[in-house]
């Protein structure tokens, strides 16, 4: 039987992210086998409770109210389905030496109880707040909750300690405050303790992104006049869940005169020859997420649109290449062209084009790298991040435009990327 996520029966090792730098990193197959030790989920659920009751120990805060369904995750792992995440009807507590409460949607709560045996029986409880305020706050509920809250903490003895809670309906906030609960961020204590991946973590990382390569090999198959964008997502869709994703967030499809300037959703455009085409897959396995771009040509390329890929591989490249355990995201971030140099008014308006963003439970997690934000407060990078590294090109015709992403595992000594499907000369799909 698993051990219950109890912090104070949490151990130093827990915390150890347990990584081993030794070989390539693996993308094991998706099954749980006898004769192969793949992902530990009983460590990696202590593990990220660990690092979530460092960061609480750190910000000076006694106790965290989630509400966010990726925090939620993170310390409880509990999970009710993709539906839930803009619902705003579950939440979770954790205060002090106590072990996680979490207030689940119905009969949620009951089957938590009976199958996530690494909680507490009794702190799976039955709950709802105000669904986004469609159960209005007269009703009560969240003064209800508030209360039982606010007990929970005085109970654990930190009622004279802040409450980190990461976000909220304003009615929440204000029932919070009326049970005289100090509130500060919480969404930043939840952010530091997600920053560092254990092994596990980059293991279904990587995993992840193995479902992204094949994704692609399809995609460079299918991209023909006759397709369009709207097929190749729903043929993405498709294959994404049935190799197992548990949430295909969204697919990016972006073809011929829709690359510049980039719309970041998809239309029913169908491609034509020589169009240039990106594409953004955004999904997750087991909860750990993908950002992947690549770019294609569909027949033929000409040398304005070759010239644009090049110069989105090179500054790619210098960002992967400067990347090792110290370095701080400014470096990285002025490796980049200036918004003014590739066609923007400002960084503001070209921001997400030159990034670099955290992955993990969710898509944009620590650390951020971006010259709108970078270089006058920059981070720290560390062994154990993962995070995306994306460039744009727009193309001298006025139209077409390259976009390439990478993940990579930030490692000992410097990086590894994970996103294998080959990027580093322009893909000629269907070629003529």
Not at 55 to 72: C, K, R
Not at 393 to 411: F, K, M
Request: charged content about 25%; overall charge negative.
């Amino acid at each position: 039987m698993s051990r219950a996520l109890k912090p104070n029966l949490l151990t130093p090792q827990d915390a150890q992210p347990n990584w081993q730098w030794e070989k390539r990193l693996p993308a094991s197959g998706h099954m749980s086998v006898d004769f192969e030790r793949r992902i530990d989920h009983d460590r990696l659920r202590r593990y990220r409770l660990a690092r979530t009751k460092q960061a609480l120990e750190a910000s000076g805060a006694g106790t965290l109210l989630l509400f966010d369904v990726n925090n939620i995750r993170y310390v409880s792992a509990t999970k009710i389905g993709e539906w839930e995440r803009d619902k705003m009807c579950r939440f979770c507590l954790l205060t002090g030496d106590d072990s996680p409460y979490v207030w689940d949607f119905g009969s949620a709560a009951v089957h938590h109880q009976k199958y996530s045996d690494w909680l507490e029986p009794d702190h799976c409880l039955a709950g709802v707040v105000g669904m986004r305020g469609t159960i209005p706050p007269e009703f009560g509920l969240m003064r209800k909750y508030a209360k039982q809250i606010a007990q929970l903490i005085k109970d654990a003895g930190m009622s004279d300690m802040p409450v980190g809670v990461d976000y909220a309906e304003t009615a929440m906030f204000h029932a919070l405050q009326e049970e005289g609960i100090k509130v500060v961020d919480g969404q930043q204590i939840m952010l530091a303790a997600r920053e560092i991946k254990n092994w596990d973590e980059i293991q279904l990382l990587t995993q992840a992104a193995s479902m992204v390569d094949g994704v692609y090999h399809m995609i460079w198959e299918e991209l023909k006049p006759g397709i369009r964008e709207n097929d190749i997502v729903a043929m993405s869709n498709k294959m994404l869940y049935e190799m197992g994703s548990d949430d295909v967030e969204a697919i990016n499809a972006i073809s011929g005169e829709r690359c510049n300037p980039h719309p970041h959703n998809f239309t029913d455009r169908y491609f034509r020859p020589g169009d240039q085409a990106f594409f953004d897959i955004l999904q997750s396995y087991q909860g750990y997420r993908t950002c992947y771009y690549r770019t294609f040509n569909i027949g033929r390329a000409t040398p304005a649109q070759t010239d644009a890929y090049v110069k989105a591989r090179e500054w790619i490249d210098a960002s992967i290449e400067a990347i090792k355990p110290g370095v701080t995201t400014d470096q990285v971030a002025k490796l980049w062209p200036k918004a003014e140099e590739f066609g923007f008014p400002n960084e503001d308006a070209a921001f997400g084009l030159q990034f670099g963003h955290g992955l993990g439970l969710a898509l944009h997690e620590r650390p951020i790298i971006s010259r709108a934000v970078s270089l006058d407060h920059p981070m720290e990078i560390q062994t154990g991040m993962v995070f995306a590294l994306e460039t744009y090109c727009p193309a001298a015709d006025g139209y077409s435009a390259a976009r390439i992403e990478e993940e990579v595992v930030v490692t000992e000594t410097g990086v590894e990327v994970i996103s294998l499907f080959p990027a580093e000369e322009l893909p000629i799909a269907n070629r003529y």
